[in-house]
């Protein structure tokens, strides 16, 4: 297999991993109340039930062994006091856990309406992607979007459907919780081993590598109001100078576990 093979091979892998079915609020809470008796006390389905374990495992709420991870515990004590803010976390995780996820947020610029039927088109005749892989993929993400009440409210994806045509209107959010977008940095920061950033690169049209821009949509201005907040409330994991033409950022580089970042909410 050649590399450019390869490479788009692994792009794609686990496209339709979900067979065309979204998490739910509903069944994310019912896991989040219980995580541990879940999985013998649930009203899913085989299928829902399979592809609800592929989202877990996806969010990094279940790790390979099915057991709930550390963002699982700390998600169950949040999840009814800051529900929106556990839903980012949980995005910014398929971001870089989800292909179908990634593929949306990469390929679909922020301020776009489109039917799903050329976004099917699109994943057909440019990528070379079988018609059952990309049914699927859509199906699922449709869904999740539909079906993730915060993820409406952030306008991150909101599922329209006309006739028999369904669009998503990718609009983003200013509304994002400042220790998801200092979550979001460190993510970014840690993947590429670069702790030392600047506004600029984040709003970059090559950059595919995450984000809060990326992730979120959100506006530059409201970006800087926010790390400007964090420095002087999480001085020690965040420092900014954006006076002038300068617009840098420095992260703690002690932190190498982005889960950590969790611990300062």
């Known amino acids: 297999m050649s590399k450019n093979k390869l490479s788009q091979f692994n792009k794609y892998k686990g496209f ?23 999985y013998n006390k649930n009203n899913l389905g085989n299928a829902q039930f399979g592809a609800m374990l592929r989202w877990l495992k996806d969010a990094e709420l279940i790790d390979s062994k099915k057991t709930p991870t550390s963002l699982a515990k700390f998600s169950k004590k949040l999840i009814n006091k ?52 990309v049914s699927n993929g859509l199906r699922s993400l449709f869904s999740m979007l539909k079906n993730m009440p915060t993820y409406n409210k952030l306008k991150l994806g909101v599922v329209e459907k006309i006739g028999r045509e369904r669009y998503v209107r990718k609009i983003g959010s200013n509304d994002i919780h400042p220790m998801a977008v ?64 300068l617009d840098n950022i420095n992260l703690s580089e002690d932190i190498t576990d982005y889960t950590k970042i969790l611990e300062y909410y």
């Open 16 to 38: 339709s991993r979900y067979e065309g079915i979204g998490i739910k609020n509903e069944w994310l809470k019912q896991f989040l109340n219980k995580p541990k008796s879940w």
């Open 182 to 245: 200092l979550y979001s940095l460190y993510r970014y920061a840690i993947s590429k081993n670069k702790y030392k950033l600047t506004v600029s690169e984040l709003y970059r049209e090559e950059n595919k590598d995450g984000g809060p821009y990326l992730i979120f949509g959100i506006e530059r201005s409201t970006l800087e109001n926010i790390l400007r907040w964090l420095q002087e409330n999480k001085r020690e994991l965040i420092r900014v100078n954006l006076t002038a033409d």
């Open 82 to 133: 800051d529900e929106s803010f556990v839903h980012q976390i949980i995005w910014i995780n398929l971001f870089y856990n989800s292909s179908v996820v990634r593929w949306y947020l990469e390929n679909i610029k922020w301020r776009s309406y489109i039917s799903s039927k050329d976004l099917y088109e699109f994943l057909i005749n440019k990528e070379r992607l079988n018609p059952h892989t």
